[in-house]
């Protein structure tokens, strides 16, 4: 019999012996005792990924003992060798039970984050520190009649819909029962040892906590008033020539989804139209000067607290889905690949589950798949029939609104007469303090007052989809069971705000793609007055309703036989920089540039009718840098045509003109011990050596070259000049598209070559050739610099062959927890492959690099999946960054983050049979008496 199984507790949760682990120095800032409440016994356990069949599974003693009030019949519950959930039932509504037992098991402080932040219960956990992020997030997150949403959203839902939440609920409280209790081992993870977290109330889960995920998912996703703001501040603050060469929604790279899946062709575009027209620009300016300084103090409101969970809003989040038609494909059968990007975090944010009532029960389910901890059923996955992806839409659902109060302050002006300002006072309980009461503003036909300035008679506030409840909740349990690409189409009705591109296929071939949200029509919309810069209040920019379904974007089974996804633009309305000239209401916000779209549509087009998993996964660990591929040959055409150049710039020259534009890390280790900055070792292979070398010279010297280039017109008119809080990272996306431009087609900016020239010096022009040939030199510098403590020499000894990219492109999954300068479980740093704009996403710091060296990459790809109709149904295969149980002394304690850094697949089991050969636990789980 297997160690661990000799060794199992007499409970559900399994500990590990991680003595090994911990002496790879995985555990920063954590305390001696982190995790006491565990138990000291030492097991093993086999990671094998091959067929996720360990030589010990199916030898495991059943465990017993586990109750969860309201289950119709005992459930079985078993693991498998990478920690994924498997829970085989008899109704949908026992399995959602078990799920939230087990979700709480192995990550409830994720779950509690989430539904305090949202919900405004921060102070209850930390104290008088949580009061302004309380405030932030209940205003946001309620109704203008003072409604809290996730009451509003629960009370929208359908009956089932509350049936699965109420079964969930069960679930986590009967965990937390037993958490109290101290039965069955369950016991909360290190956070709660946290000094501002000790003693905290936890209070039982409520159907309305689940709500409250899906609302801080739809702020990460679709909250989009903010970046209004942003652009809206830029305008009054720059030039028109700047602002609308910059600070507008040109993608640099245009790869458009719809495009390219009926007429796939080379979609590199940089000469892309016309500039953006400055008239237009010159109009909104002068519509948006009064209100730059309230604009200015509601972004900053806004931008002052984010997601625990998800983390800061960053334009520079992305993901990737695709789906490929049997046409396409080697076997016959269709193909879907999905990497959802965002914070890479400690615990990571997904959590993998199979959900079965149908196999052995008389309910609907069979699912797998990745599901987030609090919310019941699976987001991401497959069941009998179908499989789809998600990836960010950036459907614009929000609007910025500067509002005229009246004289007293107490109304706004709207179509010419005054409309009352709602007030709602909020009264927020303090840990260790008395409760404070808060009034909260509401325009009532708009939203939330962010910001107000009295002496001038303005305010901002916001309309959000959000803001105006539904039933979107319901469409969990109908996608799930859909049966058909169409099918799953058509569920997704009820969604309005969570912003995703949902793509589909199933076994019979069909694929899909709808980003379902409700759209708010926007007929007024010009060049003048974009859905992208805030908007006057007083009523000539109201939505007229949603767009219909026939007025909305979706595809099936086009002519390509394929359809890509990368949070880029639809259908070429930004190509040009105006979303309102292409013959419908404007659909998005600012679309990501077209990068890791073209690439993905290439790769797709050159694999020909040969595609499989292993294609799949091919694509989604590329490094390839378009970026690179448009700008490095613009240097070396100056370099070459330029004086002999100094020693250390042609030891840059070289690296730039041996580099393919691939980024691999350039670094060997064994296992996570062996891929930290300074363990790993240099490959000694020539083609992985070169590469890396050439994207390190490339990523380092971007950031500075860009500043170069735009920091002076950027900062000009900004108070605070070059210390101010808009210096050349403020906005990366909208700086690289406008430097693609500026090398490869001057003509498409009003400035044009200008920009080269610093505005700050006088009695010269600088040229293209003097900025680069100046960033060159001190690319070489900088390199030597940075390589210099992480390879032990001084920075003069430095060569070229030590600038291997993965010693300073790094990556590090974050602790939610980081307060009072103490920090539980930060994990890495650990090298990684990749950069900006690869597909493979590992944009360094989010911009591309910052002035202080760092170049890791804090986001990434959350989850890795493809799914693949077989002859024998679906199959699929998952990479997770991290594990699926956040107690340090588990197993599944970031067991699956060397597989990640590696792109290396894990089987996603689904047949009872392939489970039961599987598993290495099983666990009874009864009704309570």
């Avoid at 699912?367 to 609090?374: D, F, H, K, Q, Y």
């Avoid at 880029?568 to 309102?580: A, P």
């Avoid at 970031?894 to 850094?901: F, I, K, R, V």
Wanted: charged share 20%.
């Amino acid at each position: 019999m297997a160690d661990y199984q000799r060794k199992l507790r007499k409970s559900w949760r399994w500990n590990a012996a991680l003595a090994a682990v911990l002496s790879m120095g995985l555990f920063v800032g954590c305390s001696d005792d982190d995790d006491k409440k565990a138990d000291n016994n030492q097991v093993q356990t086999d990671a094998g990924h091959d067929d996720g069949i360990s030589d010990d599974a199916g030898d495991v003693t059943e465990i017993t003992g586990v109750q969860i009030p309201g289950l119709s019949a005992p459930v079985k519950v078993q693991f498998d060798a990478q920690g994924v959930l498997h829970i085989d039932c008899m109704t949908d509504q026992d399995c959602y039970a078990a799920q939230g037992y087990f979700h709480a098991g192995a990550r409830f402080f994720e779950m509690d984050l989430i539904r305090r932040q949202t919900r405004g219960q921060i102070s209850e956990l930390i104290g008088g520190l949580g009061v302004s992020m309380d405030k932030q997030f209940r205003q946001l997150n309620t109704t203008a009649e003072g409604v809290p949403l996730e009451q509003a959203y629960y009370d929208a839902t359908g009956d089932s819909a509350k049936e699965m939440l109420n079964a969930y609920a069960a679930g986590v409280n009967a965990w937390l029962a037993d958490m109290r209790a101290k039965k069955n081992d369950a016991t909360l993870t290190a956070e709660y040892d946290h000094p501002l977290l000790t003693g905290v109330e936890i209070r039982d889960w409520e159907p309305q906590d689940t709500i409250a995920l899906y609302l801080q998912l739809a702020y990460q996703l679709s909250e989009t008033a903010s970046d209004d703001l942003f652009r809206g501040e830029m305008a009054t603050l720059l030039s028109p020539e700047v602002a609308a060469d910059i600070f507008t929604v040109k993608p640099g790279v245009a790869s458009d989804i719809i495009q390219a899946s009926e007429t796939p062709s080379n979609l590199l575009k940089t000469d892309l139209s016309k500039p953006q027209n400055l008239e237009a620009m010159r109009q909104a300016q002068a519509r948006l000067a009064p209100a730059a300084s309230v604009m200015a103090k509601a972004r900053e409101r806004l931008a002052e607290h984010h997601s625990f969970v998800f983390g800061p809003k960053n334009g520079e989040d992305g993901s990737n889905n695709w789906v490929l038609a049997p046409a396409l494909t080697k076997n016959g059968g269709a193909l879907l690949a999905n990497d959802p990007h965002l914070s890479l975090n400690t615990p990571a944010i997904w959590y993998y589950v199979e959900l079965d009532s149908k196999t052995n029960g008389n309910g609907n389910l069979h699912v797998v798949g990745a599901s987030i901890p609090a919310v019941p059923g699976v987001i991401v996955g497959h069941n009998e029939e179908i499989a789809w992806g998600v990836t960010t839409a950036r459907m614009d659902l929000a609007d910025a609104y500067i509002e005229t109060l009246s004289a007293d302050g107490k109304s706004v002006i709207f179509n010419g007469n005054e409309v009352e300002i709602i007030e709602k006072d909020f009264t927020f309980k303090v840990k260790g303090a008395a409760d404070e009461t808060h009034t909260f503003e509401y325009v009532p036909h708009h939203g939330p007052i962010i910001e107000r300035d009295d002496d001038n008679n303005v305010a901002v506030s916001i309309r959000w989809v959000l803001q105006e409840p539904g039933n979107d909740l319901d469409f969990i349990e109908q996608l799930m069971t859909s049966t058909t690409t169409q099918g799953a189409m058509d569920s997704l009705a009820p969604v309005r705000a969570i912003n995703q591109n949902w793509v589909i296929m199933d076994l019979e071939g069909n694929i899909g793609w709808n980003p379902k949200v409700a759209i708010p029509n926007r007929p007024w919309a010009s060049s003048a007055m974009p859905n992208w810069l805030p908007l006057p209040g007083d009523g000539s920019a109201e939505w007229d309703g949603y767009l219909a379904a026939a007025d909305s974007p979706s595809l099936y089974n086009p002519a390509s036989k394929f359809i890509a996804t990368a949070n880029n633009d639809m259908d070429g309305s930004y190509t040009d920089g105006d979303s309102t000239n292409d013959g419908h209401s404007p659909w998005q916000t600012t679309p990501a540039a077209g990068h890791r779209h073209k690439r993905i549509v290439d790769l797709i087009v050159e694999g020909g009718n040969e595609h499989t998993v292993e294609t799949m996964t091919e694509i989604q660990a590329d490094t390839y840098i378009i970026h690179g591929e448009v700008l490095v040959p613009h240097f070396l055409d100056i370099a070459n045509n330029a004086a002999p150049l100094d020693a250390k710039s042609q030891s840059v020259v070289d690296a730039l003109a041996n580099w393919e534009y691939t980024c691999p890390t350039g670094l060997v280790g064994e296992g996570l011990e062996g891929k930290g900055p300074k363990t790993a070792t240099n490959s000694t292979d020539p083609f992985e050596t070169k590469e890396s070398m050439g994207c390190a010279a490339f990523h380092v010297m971007l950031p500075y070259l860009t500043a170069a280039i735009f920091d002076d017109e950027v900062n000009e008119n900004v108070p605070g000049g070059q210390d101010s809080n808009f210096d050349v990272l403020a906005n990366w996306s909208q700086l690289q598209s406008a430097l693609l431009y500026v090398f490869d087609d001057p003509s498409q900016l009003n400035k044009g070559e200008d920009y080269f020239d610093n505005v700050k010096t006088t009695g010269v022009v600088e040229t293209r050739e003097d900025i680069v040939l100046e960033n060159l030199a001190n690319t070489a510098d900088r390199l030597n610099a940075l390589f210099s403590t992480l390879v032990d020499k001084p920075a003069g000894q430095v060569v070229p062959d030590d600038w291997r990219w993965g010693r300073i492109h790094t990556v590090k999954l974050v602790s939610l927890v980081s307060m009072g300068g103490f920090t539980i479980a930060e994990v890495g740093p650990f090298i990684n492959d990749g950069g900006l704009y690869s597909v493979d996403v590992a944009n360094p710091m989010g911009r591309g690099g910052d002035f202080n060296g760092s170049f890791r990459h804090p986001h990434g790809a959350s989850l890795r999946a493809i799914y693949e109709v077989t002859e024998d149904g679906i199959k699929g295969v998952f990479q997770l960054p991290g594990g699926q149980d956040h107690h340090q002394d588990s197993p599944f304690y970031n067991s699956l983050l060397d597989d990640w850094l590696l792109n290396k697949n894990n089987p996603l089991l689904f047949e009872r049979a392939e489970v039961d050969q599987a598993a290495v636990e099983t666990i009874m789980v009864n009704p309570t008496p």
